[in-house]
């Protein structure tokens, strides 16, 4: 389904980056620089629990179950997430980037010091929550800050930054591991950022759309519950179901890759990290793919293609490599750079959809509420696998058959989602409409 931009009009305004011109790139760009900047530093950040896991299991004398029970402790996150999600729309986005820049090395230095799980848990638990604001901060900016045709492309540059930060935490661990210095170390270095990284936020602009909205009152009316109002209800839904199936799918494959590298096939810590370097590199092709797809093509074809596509990418990395395979760690490679790629693709599609669905007043909020959802989903996932890993034999085996639920998932964005490709972004989210609503 398509909306059709001329029967939804939208009142000129010149300040507005719709068009693609030196002027507007020349305002953009150093904006969407400072953004990429902290989304790596989010990347790095946010990978440190998923690839320093197996030495976290060790440090605190955790079994299997006990592990995914901490990853489910972990999804608490979202829940910070969605109020942080919240102000984006209610104090504007660059004072969200901004708070959530300082507390993050804040909160990864409590990490670093503390002794006993619990503590630990729940400063990795603050430190997740602003960064899941930071990431929603910054896709709404660089979706407000573009022009139409750059937004999809904007939404890979904040992929490929958050995917390269990372890597970074992939390309130390191991070297932290050969030189017998603990997995704190990366907490540390996270910690370290604070000299630099909010001096990074404290320099963007706030977007003009939030200053207009503001202005004009569109933000002082709108409360949280709008996402459901007649206008967006059908869309609201369908991606409440796509998210959690999303999520369900992704949850395990996003925290157990580097556990079933090492725990399950056997690698050693720089074979798991030579996986991750040259699958998560070459997988980063899936940014750019992602977003020529999502402008060739449009936005739901791309979450469909490349959403089905994710669920046979996690078959094949964690039901793989076969018993007695030669070369498990080429398979693993292979596996990993095709998972990557496609679900670094839907990621972009489905950015850059989330992002033009919803008015300026409500774009950060629906961010959040999706989040909350996640969370919930990620808790389940988290829950079946600790519930169900001895019985299946084993987390992979849990994993593998959870994420063939980014099938359906895939199936319902493509038969609900509108396509907004080619539209302003007052066009996509019928802004119009939203503001002079009764």
């Known amino acids: ?30 904006v969407v620089l400072r953004v990429v900047a902290a ?52 104090v504007g986005r660059r004072r969200v980037m901004q708070w959530s820049m300082l507390a993050m090395p804040l909160c990864a230095l409590g990490a670093a010091l503390s002794p006993h799980l619990p503590l630990f848990v729940t400063f990795v638990i603050l430190m997740n929550s602003f960064g899941g604001a930071a990431l929603a901060s910054g896709i709404v900016i660089i979706a407000e800050v573009l022009p139409i045709a750059r937004r999809a492309q904007g939404q890979s540059w904040a992929g490929l930054a958050v995917a390269a930060g990372a890597g970074l935490t992939v390309f130390l661990m191991p070297v932290l591991d050969g030189a017998g210095i603990s997995w704190r170390m990366l907490m540390w270095i ?80 720089a074979g798991a990290s030579l996986m991750m370097l040259l699958g998560g590199g070459l997988g980063m092709l899936g940014f750019p793919f992602g977003a020529w797809s999502a402008e060739k093509f449009g936005r739901v074809p791309t979450v469909v293609m490349t959403g089905i596509a994710v669920a046979a990418g996690g078959l094949l990395f964690f039901w793989g490599p076969p018993r007695n395979f030669a ?24 950015n850059a959809a989330f992002t033009e669905l919803y008015p300026t007043a409500l774009r950060g909020t629906a961010i959040g509420w999706f989040a909350l959802m996640g969370a919930g989903a990620s808790l389940t996932a988290e829950g079946t696998i600790a519930a169900l890993a001895k019985r299946m034999g084993g987390l992979s085996n849990v994993v593998g058959w959870l994420a063939m639920l980014a099938i359906p998932g895939a199936i319902l964005f493509g038969l609900t989602i509108d396509e907004t490709r080619g539209l302003s972004l007052e066009e996509s989210a019928q802004e119009l409409a939203f503001d002079h609503r009764s």
């Open 327 to 350: 070369w498990p760690l080429t398979w693993l490679c292979i596996a990993y750079c095709a998972l990557n790629i496609v679900n670094n693709a839907v990621t972009v599609g489905s």
């Open 190 to 269: 996270a910690a370290a950022a604070l000299a630099i990284i909010p001096l990074l936020a404290r320099g963007l602009p706030e977007s003009q759309r939030w200053e207009r909205a503001a202005e004009e009152g569109d933000i002082s009316r709108a409360r949280f519950y709008d996402i459901f109002v007649p206008l967006y209800c059908k869309r609201s839904v369908a991606l409440t179901f796509c998210t959690i199936f999303a999520t369900w799918c992704g949850e395990g494959i996003s925290t157990y890759a580097y556990f079933h590298a090492v725990s399950v096939v056997g690698l050693t810590a």
């Open 39 to 90: 989304l790596f530093y989010q990347g790095y950040v946010a990978a440190i629990l998923p690839i320093a896991s197996p030495w976290i299991a060790n440090s605190f004398g955790l079994d299997q179950p006990a592990i995914a029970r901490l990853f489910a402790w972990l999804a608490l996150a979202y829940l910070g997430a969605i109020a942080l999600a919240r102000m984006i729309d209610r």
């Open 1 to 30: 389904m398509a909306l059709e931009p001329d029967l939804i009009p939208i009142e000129p305004n010149h300040q507005l980056p719709l068009y693609d011109t030196e002027e507007t790139m020349a305002r953009a760009r150093p």
